[in-house]
């Protein structure tokens, strides 16, 4: 508009009107000259204005567009939140389900040891009766025995050496059987107790959020160490080959240590149980700066696995190192137990999730019962 405004003042047949009107009448000229400068100003200031309106509905139009594109986002952050609480909710019923489940199946198992006790205490004691009821037999026949004569003393001598062999058997056969039992119940323990130090058989520890480098834990006895090789590999190689040639190594010893046709021992009892290993042994000797870790995993898969010839888990006192008894590992339990309490099921600063204390803790009772029974077992045979 003030383009054409512009454009008519320089209009000649304006300028010729404007001339003759100059000269006609100079007053009138005048007057006309300050309202059109007037409403040249005007138009001036209302494209200005309009000017200034277009670029606030431009930006009224960006911010809308803002808000649109933030408001989408806010909705699918919604949805993502909803999904999430409602992915927490189903994980807090799943685990509120499973402790049910393992409170159920303590109560179940423990009412069925129970039974089993009385079960087993019943045949003892029956067991037990019938021994005595022999014992008295035996000592009434040898009784008979001495009141005979020489002569009858002599044949009855034999079915009385054959009636204590019995009885000596009988009571042979049932020590085993208690201890049998109770060895069976000291193994239940101590599967119980790795259950309770390490729930997940991946190797999650389940105090490891309290203790970064645990006393007690679970070591795969028999399996190789594989410091010392990483050691002596990576003086000799290059830096792109010492970590497989390590691997490689560790490997080749390790189904080295796990054929029973390699037997590098010297018939020397040490400790009345340890054997010594012949340092003249060829695979050793190439191989010194290594002996030390190949010894003891070997050693190691003799004392716990020499049948089966593979690495199995095995409580440890890694402060010791040496298998962790059943005081000491009770001991760290109730230690870890303790420091729990308190301990948040997820720490949001870390994002860690931790393991249930309340699992933990059930785990424990279920090791308390395994004791139990094998305590009742340990009287029993005493």
Request: aromatic share 8%.
């Amino acid at each position: 508009m003030l383009w054409r405004s512009l454009q008519l003042l320089k209009n000649p047949c304006f300028v010729i009107i404007w001339s003759e009107t100059k000269k006609k009448n100079c007053f009138m000229a005048t007057h006309l000259y300050e309202e059109v400068k007037r409403l040249l100003n005007l138009v001036c200031r209302l494209a200005t204005e309009i000017d200034l309106k277009n670029q606030r509905i431009e930006h009224t139009e960006e911010r809308s567009t803002e808000l649109s594109t933030l408001n989408q986002a806010n909705a699918e952050l919604s949805l993502s939140l909803s999904r999430m609480t409602e992915e927490r909710d189903q994980l807090n019923e799943a685990n509120l389900e499973e402790m049910r489940n393992i409170q159920r199946i303590v109560y179940e198992n423990e009412t069925q040891q129970h039974k089993e006790i009385d079960k087993r205490e019943a045949q003892l004691d029956l067991k037990s009766k019938k021994l005595s009821v022999l014992s008295e037999e035996v000592t009434r026949k040898i009784n008979i025995v001495q009141r005979n004569s020489d002569g009858a003393k002599n044949s009855s001598s034999g079915e009385n050496v054959q009636a204590l062999a019995e009885l000596n058997a009988m009571f042979g056969l049932t020590l085993i059987a208690k201890e049998c039992r109770s060895n069976h119940g000291l193994q239940n323990t101590r599967k119980a107790l790795m259950e309770v130090i390490n729930p997940y058989p991946t190797g999650f520890d389940g105090f490891a959020n309290i203790c970064t480098h645990p006393v007690i834990g679970i070591k795969l006895t028999g399996e190789l160490n594989e410091k010392p090789f990483l050691g002596i590999c990576i003086q000799k190689f290059p830096t792109s080959e010492w970590d497989t040639k390590s691997a490689e190594l560790c490997s080749l010893w390790q189904k080295k240590i796990q054929d029973s046709e390699w037997y590098p021992y010297k018939h020397v009892t040490i400790d009345d149980k340890l054997r010594c290993y012949n340092e003249d042994d060829e695979m050793l000797r190439c191989f010194v700066q290594v002996y030390d870790a190949v010894t003891a995993a070997s050693l190691e898969i003799n004392q716990y696995n020499a049948s089966g010839r593979y690495p199995v888990r095995e409580l440890w006192n890694f402060k010791e190192d040496m298998e962790a008894s059943l005081k000491e590992v009770m001991e760290y339990v109730l230690q870890k137990l303790k420091a729990l309490k308190g301990v948040s099921v997820e720490d949001k600063s870390s994002r860690c999730v931790f393991v249930c204390p309340l699992y933990i803790r059930n785990l424990f009772i279920n090791c308390l019962l395994h004791l139990a029974i094998y305590s009742n077992y340990a009287n029993i045979s005493g």
